[in-house]
């Protein structure tokens, strides 16, 4: 098995289990994550031992998404407006992006994410990008990207929540609790919190006792109602205008996420991201 | 003489009645049956003052599905590889699946299927492709193709209950009873066993007598603007493919990464052991993890 430094990955009894695990960072994706979870979900589709994939996260968090410190996330981030790649590098950027988002939502295998606590970002996209999502009642659901000027990149959400309460989390930048994510079909299950594991281990064994062959065929079957809707466009639209977004022309006063983070440190730019926002319910 | 044994078709002024009429079988679905339905939803089509579709089922249970004993089943379930068809079979089987199930929901009367007892895969296809479901509390709703090797047929989970939810039934087979069918969105409404015939028979009087301003012809407008919503929404093209790949998943070769499961293979215990086994046989090893409700009335 490959040796990873930024997941663990095991397989027992049929179940592959996988493990953000930069906890000291609240399992922040960087690029060296995200490319040991390429590497991982690659070896994991073609493993007929494996049934089914559990993802979920080491420490306080299941992620709280992209690592924002600029050092090695130049994947994982959009490319910054300092780098001044050539359209066609960008280019290529968001297409392995989108690419990406796909290719784990369709991967030949069901998933499942185990969340708790924080679960932002680019963990909020991996999460639901999962087929099953269940979490723990102190879970929190959200997408801060916009307030960094960052476009966010699942078009998916639309479909499980509707419109509404999409802008409600992209543009108002509103967290949804466990409860709520349920609620509006965001997830499967909020338990609580002791029940957590029970649940996604009763689930994953479960699952692990079908025929491969038919979970594969079942799930893209499922997909294709997504497909038919549109959202492999959408995807691939939504990569190209965060294209257009890192390139704008900032406005006069704008706050500039990447200059606070060198002024300041991450933290305090965090702080500063989020401190003209109210804290919705 | 009525040219219906496996079906029972009653018109009484504005309101059809088919009771689906194989209570030995639990009304699993074969292909008598199936023609006699297709039928049926034709005879009432042509009587004009009919505005609403009652379909129910006679005995315990709705439908517990697709007859699974192998005999007249060649519509229902999709060829079996083992008799060597051709491609073209697979593709025609799909596409007369498709277009049946198509044509069922978009059927221009009101259809309320008043599900009792189990109402399962192909069972429960139908009670979906009926513009309103009105299940006793106890009903039980399920699909479990995926536990014999079978995808899924029926894109409208999705459309129903949301991508997650419809994830979580048709990848494990799970059912679930009534109620739960109601706070997920599977079904209109649940009730009581005891009131499951008095309210479905006021809700289709309601849309057959009081209706609204226009009556029946602005309820058949709404119905067709309806439809082409679904259609904008990728509804049919979703269908064909489900359809597909639900003839496709025939092919499973059940002795295949069965792991644990030591190859289970339904056909094979369904020739040696007979149907009722080979059935228990399939739930068995799931019920620890997917308990199963049990209707009252079963």
Known sequence: MANYKNIIYEIKDNIGWVTLNRPDKLNAINDDMLRELDNMFELAEQDLDVKVLVIKGAGKAFSVGQDLSGVGTDEILPPSPRRRLSSKASLEAARRRNRRWEYIFNLCKPTIAQVHGNCLGAGLYLALACDLTIASDDAVFGDPSLRMGILPEFPLLAWLVGVKRTSAMLLCGKQFTAREAEESGMINNAVPKGKLQAEVTNMAKGISLLHSDALAVAKDSINAAMEARGVGPAWKFTSDVSLLMQQRTRRPGEFNFENARDKLGLEAAIEARDKPFPELD | ?298
């Open chain 2, 1 to 298: 003489m009525s040219p219906y044994q496996n079906i029972k078709l009653t018109i009484e002024d504005k309101i059809a009645t088919i009771t689906l009429n194989r209570p030995e079988k639990l009304n699993a679905i074969n292909d008598a049956l199936l023609a006699e339905l297709m039928q049926a939803l034709k005879e009432i089509e042509n009587a004009l003052d009919t505005q609403v579709v009652i379909i129910k089922g006679k005995g315990s249970s709705f439908s517990v599905g697709q007859d699974l004993s192998g005999v007249d089943t060649s519509e229902v379930m999709p060829p079996d590889p083992r008799g060597k068809p051709y491609e073209s079979q697979f593709y025609e089987f799909a596409r007369r699946q498709f277009h049946r199930w198509r044509s069922i929901l978009d059927y221009p009367r009101f259809t309320i299927a008043q599900v009792h007892g189990y109402c399962l895969g192909a069972g429960c296809d139908l009670a979906l492709c009926c513009q309103t479901i009105i299940a006793s509390e106890d009903a039980v709703f399920g699909d479990p193709s995926i536990r014999m090797g079978f995808a899924p047929a029926n894109p409208l989970w999705t459309w129903r209950v949301g991508l997650k939810k419809t994830k979580e039934l048709l990848l494990t087979g799970k059912y679930v009873d009534g109620r739960e069918a109601e706070r997920i969105g599977l079904i209109m409404k649940a009730v009581p066993l005891e009131k499951l015939e008095n309210t479905v028979q006021t809700e289709a009087s309601t849309k057959a007598y009081s209706g609204t301003i226009g009556g029946f012809d602005l309820q058949a407008a709404w119905t067709q603007n309806h439809q082409s919503v679904f259609e904008l929404a990728g509804l049919s093209a979703a269908w064909r493919l489900s359809s597909n790949l639900y003839t496709l998943s025939a092919f499973q070769r059940p002795e295949r990464s069965y792991m644990g499961r030591g190859g289970f293979n339904f056909y094979k215990i369904r020739q040696e052991k007979g149907l009722k086994v080979a059935i228990k046989e399939r739930d068995k090893p799931f019920e620890s993890y997917f308990p199963k409700p049990k209707p009252k009335t079963t």
